[in-house]
């Protein structure tokens, strides 16, 4: 079966750093999702992204983050300034546009420690 | 707004006997409805959805899960539980936001403690 590579699978940064975390969705996907985890608990949902733009962000998503896909493979989320309630686990996960085939395909996750 | 609700933070079952694990939802609209399992140190795996059709709903490794629009539930189910079950479990569900756009929302994750 197809899947999304997340990597790295574990980033540690210090406080105040830029991360970047990159995905490689599914090839003929077009919708794209970023989701954080924190301490296995609750997934919290982020940010969706379609043809080119964000097309909805929770919260959570503040100043701080964004995303891109900057070479029509890659799917990055780009947090500027981490703190340390920005540790977690984040998934990203992908889907194909027909209606029928609605599954999220996830990665296995990337998680950061902020220190 | 969409959401979804997962009553219990963890359920415990013997190996052999069935298991259920509830989920409620809300939703504007035919629901589309999911569950995820989550093994310890992994990503989120699909189970099964509710799109339409017949209320129950047959998914991998033996789960399935029960439609009932008139208590908006999806409830997981499992005749004869197994130690290997042991996980997290996600109830989560598609509606669309106010641009039109599709949206997922998961429920807080329910543990799943099988015990031997």
């Known amino acids: 079966e197809p899947e999304v590579t997340q990597t790295p699978s574990h980033q540690v940064t210090q406080m105040g750093q830029e991360v970047i975390l990159r995905c490689v969705p599914i090839?003929?996907?077009?919708?794209f999702y970023w989701y954080r985890q924190i301490l296995g608990q609750k997934v919290e949902f982020l940010v969706s992204?379609?043809?080119?733009?964000?097309?909805?962000k929770s919260e959570i998503f503040d100043d701080q983050f964004s995303v891109e896909r900057p070479d029509g493979s890659n799917f990055t989320l780009k947090i500027r300034s981490t703190k340390l309630e920005d540790s977690a686990m984040y998934f990203c996960?992908?889907?194909?546009?027909?209606?029928?085939?609605?599954?999220?395909?996830f990665g296995s996750g990337t998680q950061l420690s902020v220190l | 707004a969409q959401s979804v609700a997962q009553p219990e933070d963890q359920v415990n079952v013997a190996e052999g006997n069935p298991l259920t694990v509830k989920c409620t939802y809300s939703?504007?609209?035919?629901?589309?409805l999911f569950w995820y399992v989550q093994y310890p140190n992994r990503g989120l795996q699909f189970l099964l959805k509710?799109?339409?059709?017949?209320?129950l709903v047959k998914g991998s490794y033996g789960f399935e899960a029960e439609f009932n629009k008139s208590q908006t539930s999806f409830h997981l189910k499992k005749p004869s539980a197994l130690v290997s079950d042991s996980a997290l479990y996600f109830c989560?569900?598609?509606?669309?936001?106010?641009?039109?756009?599709?949206?997922?929302?998961f429920g807080t994750g329910t543990k799943l403690q099988v015990i031997p």
């Open positions: 996960a992908s889907r194909v546009t027909e209606f029928n085939n609605e599954k999220l395909f």
């Open positions: 989560a569900v598609r509606g669309l936001n106010s641009g039109g756009y599709q949206k997922v929302t």
């Open positions: 939703v504007s609209g035919n629901p589309y």
């Open positions: 090839s003929n996907h077009l919708y």
């Open positions: 509710y799109i339409t059709g017949d209320n």
């Open positions: 992204f379609y043809n080119n733009e964000i097309s909805e």
